[in-house]
């Protein structure tokens, strides 16, 4: 399923905008790719001051760099929009522009991801895979 880190560098998020970047996320990756809404989990990650470099500089811009990794099996167009989608909202929500926004999405065969004790379903084999839950851990999930 897909996992995103965001890492915030020179900008201090408030949780409302944390909220709203995840919620961003989930929902792109739902529209974009079909896949269930559960499956988008989202991590913040705050650098210090002097923690993070661009070409071996201390970097004193603001910027929100997002790395999610992804099944294997999407068309590069189907992860450019998805790209697309979230950079769009993260600009809006923290203020910075597009220059400081980077997202990187790396595929993963769904044959090397385990998540709630279970291989990842291909692509598009989601609903048949949920059927497999038990319908206690099911609940504890959102929509």
């Given amino acids: 399923m897909p996992t995103y880190t965001v890492t915030v560098a020179n900008l201090s998020l408030s949780q409302q905008q944390k909220s709203q970047i995840a919620e ?6 739902h529209t974009q790719t079909g896949a269930p809404r559960f499956f988008a989990q989202v991590s913040f990650f705050l650098t210090n001051d002097g923690e993070h470099f661009v070409g071996g500089t201390v970097n004193k ?4 760099y997002v790395h999610g990794l992804v099944r ?4 590069a ?3 450019q929009a998805l790209m697309s989608q979230m950079l769009e909202e993260i600009v809006q929500i923290t203020g910075i522009t597009v220059e400081d926004a ?10 090397q991801m385990i998540e709630f004790g279970r291989f ?11 059927r497999g839950m038990t319908p206690e851990k099911r ?5």
């Fill in 120 to 130: 990842l379903p291909a692509p598009g084999d989601e609903a048949e895979w949920e």
């Fill in 77 to 79: 167009e189907v992860k």
């Fill in 61 to 64: 811009a603001p910027q929100v």
């Fill in 139 to 143: 609940a504890t999930l959102p929509d």
């Fill in 102 to 111: 980077w997202i990187y999405l790396q595929d993963i065969p769904a044959t």
């Fill in 24 to 29: 961003a996320i989930t929902t792109a990756h």
């Fill in 72 to 75: 294997e099996g999407r068309t």
